[in-house]
């Protein structure tokens, strides 16, 4: 069990003990000193880095003016933390930009530096290894560095390990992308430039030795000695977002996986935690690491959509990935961010504008929506799937809230006859439900706020699909219904429709709806944020 006393609080006490001991002369001032005090520290707390996503035991994190203490998943990492491990024990660390540490067996790391809005971070790896997944660097002046006692790598965005040998020979390994490596004695010149599969040695002194292709152990070393556990079950389903090729390169995608579960007899589909989800993504000709949930396209999302399979860490045999179309974006980027006015529950859509400053979040309310992409041009999110209204919606980035506004979500139930039977010559009713249109038509400019299309497809069956509501019109096996301007208050809609049985039977109807190109684009202004 961990416990944490606030300085507010130590300094209170303080400060009552004190005043206990001195006269009444003094004791308003020397609480009002120690407060003072108090507030100070409090103010100086080291900013947040990222968080434990999974650990192998034991590791622990050592925070300055306080003891050692078990790490556990899920713990917050501060700026100046440092983490150790003992043998056998692995951690991995999400850093507040996207980038994945994986701390290996008897290391101890230190980190000094991790700024995601300026894109400054700055590692210290007293001993043992670690392997990075680094998020791209875009800010000017950005930079993403690991130190050792004898050397120093730097990256813009790629792959990496660095393991520091006890006899003082570090050593550096480009797994993807190229890394900068030189001494960390600032005076010994000299430094190399590492494309993947290369490595180099650098000790006390003396200049780094010439890049050379990775032996097969090191290649080893760096990946399935740093890796942690991941599902074991089989996959019953993997699905990956694809970004719009406007993103261009360093764009993040999040890899989804769920398995099988039997609950009470009855079996279903649970989805697969992000941490547990490790391995390689191969898009068409492309391989591309996973950690975490996460994979970083290195060359940009290409306009074709490519045909995925993914290998989890461990396994040989790939299983097909589902990925799923661009969502639409603006073609010209506007200024700020823009996120839709309007989405349907459990639905992809698109917050545009500046996302270089940390792993984006965007919640409705207090519910989030799940991250699925995130590149230079914005970030895809799935809706919840909650109550249709109008919501409250931040965008924040790093952890920090940017910008906030309003969105619609619009839930969408169906009534039809359960069983879905009609005799021959019988009439039978359906209805579409929709909630959360209320205050849409003011933005529409007296277009229709969607379209909800209806199409038999089972027209042996059932036919003379027809409808009595406002702006509903029949043409062959569809029905299309047009929701305009008179939006009724509480934004709840009704569509009711009535076809005629052909024959004895089963009917399908497939419904689809389209909301108006000014709702479901990201042309929505977010307000910026005023963060105290």
């Not at 992308?177 to 490595?199: H, T, W």
């Not at 989890?312 to 639409?328: H, L, N, R």
């Not at 270089?356 to 409705?364: C, P, R």
Request: aromatic letters at 6%.
């Amino acid at each position: 069990m961990f416990f944490f006393v606030s300085g507010a609080q130590c300094a209170y006490n303080l400060a009552t003990s004190i005043a206990k001991e001195l006269g009444m002369r003094f004791r308003c001032a020397a609480f009002l000193a120690l407060l003072t005090t108090a507030a100070s520290a409090q103010a100086q707390t080291p900013p947040r880095a990222g968080e434990i996503r999974a650990l192998i035991p034991t590791a622990f994190v050592v925070r300055s003016g306080a003891p050692q203490r078990e790490a556990r998943k899920q713990d917050v990492v501060q700026w100046q933390d440092i983490l150790r491990t003992d043998r056998g024990g692995r951690v991995r660390v999400a850093l507040d930009d996207g980038s994945i540490l994986n701390v290996g067996s008897e290391s101890q790391l230190q980190i000094v530096q991790h700024d995601p809005r300026l894109q400054r971070t700055s590692l210290q790896l007293a001993y043992g290894r670690i392997r990075a997944n680094v998020a791209r660097i875009a800010q000017p002046g950005g930079s993403f560095e690991v130190r050792t006692p004898v050397a120093v790598a730097g990256v813009v965005g790629t792959r990496f390990f660095v393991k520091g040998a006890p006899d003082g020979i570090c050593t550096v390994l480009a797994l993807e992308e190229k890394v900068r490596v030189r001494n960390a004695d600032a005076g010994v010149a000299g430094e190399v430039i590492l494309n993947p599969g290369e490595f180099t040695t650098v000790a006390r002194g003396v200049a780094p030795a010439t890049p050379a292709p990775a032996p097969p152990d090191l290649m080893r070393e760096a990946e399935d000695e740093l890796n942690l556990p991941v599902e074991t079950a089989a996959l019953t389903r993997i699905e990956a977002s694809w970004p719009p090729a406007a993103c261009g390169q360093g764009t993040t995608i999040l890899v989804r996986a769920w398995k099988k579960q039997v609950v009470d007899g009855k079996e279903s589909e649970a989805p697969v935690p992000p941490e547990m989800i490790s391995g390689r993504l191969m898009l068409g000709a492309d391989v591309v690491a996973v950690e975490d949930g996460r994979a970083v396209l290195p060359a940009g999302p290409s306009r074709a959509i490519p045909k995925a399979t993914f290998a989890m860490q461990g396994t040989s045999a790939p299983a097909a990935a589902k990925i799923w179309e661009p969502v639409e974006i603006e073609e010209k980027a506007g200024e700020g961010w823009r996120a839709p006015r309007a989405q349907f529950v459990g639905s992809a859509f698109a917050v545009q504008g500046p996302m270089l400053q940390g792993v984006a979040s965007f919640t409705f309310a207090a519910m989030p929506a799940q991250l699925l992409w995130q590149g230079s041009c914005g970030a895809g999110f799935l809706a919840p799937v909650t109550i249709g209204r109008e919501y409250d919606v931040t965008l924040s980035l790093g952890g920090a809230a940017v910008a906030r506004g309003k969105m619609n979500l619009i839930s969408v139930s169906y009534r039809i006859p359960q069983p879905p039977v009609v005799l021959r010559g019988q009439p039978t009713t359906f209805g579409i439900d929709l909630l959360g249109l209320e205050n849409l038509q003011a933005h529409t400019a007296g277009r229709p706020v969607l379209i909800t299309t209806v199409i038999n497809t089972t027209p042996t069956i059932i036919g003379n699909l027809r409808s009595a509501a406002p702006g509903a019109r029949s043409a062959g096996e569809t029905l299309i219904f047009t929701v305009g301007g008179a939006v009724p208050p509480g934004g709840v809609v009704r569509l009711d429709g009535i076809g005629t049985g052909r024959m004895q039977g089963a009917f399908a109807l497939d419904v689809n709806h389209v909301l108006d190109a000014e709702l479901r684009l990201p042309r929505n202004p977010l307000t910026p944020a005023k963060n105290p």
